[in-house]
């Protein structure tokens, strides 16, 4: 079994900070490509950053220059930090994984495809 599990999230003002955490628990082998979403209210889920397994990064350009995703294979985590945060960032974050490969009591190698975590809920507000 796996799961992704966010954390971090809170209530902030216009022009502060935030730094998500998305780790993988489980008996990870390893993590392939980590995407952030968003979902606001009445708005359709958005990809907000994504890192490859080997530190590629990629923004839109909603949020490039004040979104910065990082990665911690040691630790098995995703990192997004949140920059001047503005009311139009308010929304619940998720992490999804592309693959993850996990080892099994007897050492079998599992793959897992697609996987999303639960959610963090991020409100910008004054």
């Known amino acids: 079994q796996v799961q992704l599990v966010e954390s971090g999230g809170g209530l902030v003002q216009p022009g502060e900070s935030l730094r998500l955490s998305c780790a993988a628990v489980g008996n990870i082998f390893n993590i392939g490509a980590i995407g952030w979403y968003r979902q606001g209210p009445g708005k359709q889920r958005e990809l907000v950053a994504s890192i490859t397994s080997g530190g590629n990064t990629n923004y839109p350009d909603s949020v490039k220059g004040r979104f910065t995703i990082s990665r911690d294979n040691a630790k098995n985590t995703v990192y997004l930090q949140m920059d001047n945060l503005k009311p139009e960032a308010t929304a619940v974050y998720y992490c999804?994984?592309?693959?993850?490969?996990?080892?099994?009591?007897?050492?079998?190698?599992?793959?897992?495809?697609?996987?999303w975590g639960k959610g963090t809920q991020v409100t910008v507000s004054s």
């Open positions: 999804n994984a592309d693959t993850v490969v996990t080892t099994t009591a007897l050492m079998e190698r599992e793959y897992w495809y697609d996987l």
